[in-house]
């Protein structure tokens, strides 16, 4: 009989799934070995053990549960981060509003490794969660499974909207479905439409600040993303951006926008 064995950890747990698999193995025991970390001990302080784990091929299931940001130590910015949002270290100040940078493409890295599976998950999509998991526990070798996972503090989002969190992910071009099967890509949903990002961003407090310059800009990244994924240009849809409450002026706190 097959057992699972799990596996969370910041940044050493790459070493430690791999030590375990390899225990697991010189005893004769079948296991299926699973690791799991955030986006900030996979995208960035973690990447090297994990590029090291791909490489060899080694016999695990990664997940990354990607929240976006450093959400454990403080709500500092990760290369996961999005265009625009608001983090402890990507304030909102007088000249620069929130992060500048677009995220970083993790499972294409991960795939770039030649892995057998590797695959994006949303909980508001749960047939195509069950199938892929289902999947990786079936493969052999390196499985990578990125998961959109919100957080509620970092996000500024109400408790009750992460499922809807999620679907408009996908629908507005921010979270793409698809896996990667032996080197070959292959989306797994496509919305029937292109819902304009503005609809994701105002409802997370993370967003609230951002202008219409930098929406159209994401925006503009979204429908490049959506080519790339889905092989045909999208109608570019308007970013018309909910009225703006009055805020107090900036004050100088690095804090601002908390």
Avoid at 99 to 120: C, L, Q
Avoid at 165 to 181: F, K, P, S
Avoid at 188 to 198: E, I, L, S
Avoid at 228 to 254: F, N
């Amino acid at each position: 009989m097959e057992d699972t064995v799990p596996v969370h950890g910041l940044r050493e747990h790459r070493a430690v799934t791999s030590g375990i698999k390899a225990a697991l193995r010189r005893r004769h025991i079948d296991a299926t070995v699973v690791g799991m970390a955030g986006d900030g001990g996979t995208f960035d302080i973690g990447l090297q053990a994990l590029s090291g784990a791909a490489e060899r091929n080694e016999d695990i299931i990664y997940v990354c549960l990607d929240n976006e940001a450093y959400m454990n130590t403080g709500i500092q910015r990760s290369s996961a981060t999005p265009f625009g949002a608001w983090t402890t270290t990507t304030p909102v100040g007088l000249e620069v509003k929130g992060n500048r940078r677009f995220k970083k493409d993790i499972a294409r890295i991960v795939a770039d490794h030649d892995v057998p599976y590797v695959a994006t998950l949303s909980v508001a999509h749960f047939t195509d969660f069950v199938r892929k998991v289902q999947k990786a526990k079936e493969t052999r070798g390196f499985r990578f499974l990125h998961c959109l996972t919100p957080c509620i503090p970092g996000w500024r989002i109400e408790p009750s909207i992460g499922v809807s969190i999620n679907r408009l992910a996908v629908d507005t071009g921010m979270w793409t479905l698809y896996e990667v099967e032996n080197g070959v890509p292959k989306v797994t949903y496509r919305p029937k439409t292109m819902v304009p990002v503005t609809e994701y961003l105002k409802l997370q407090g993370r967003f609230r600040h951002i202008s219409e310059a930098d929406a159209r800009e994401l925006q503009a990244w979204l429908c490049e993303k959506w080519r790339v994924h889905y092989g045909e240009d999208a109608p570019v849809p308007p970013c018309v951006l909910p009225p703006q409450e009055d805020v107090l002026g900036h004050d100088g706190d690095t804090l601002y926008g908390i």
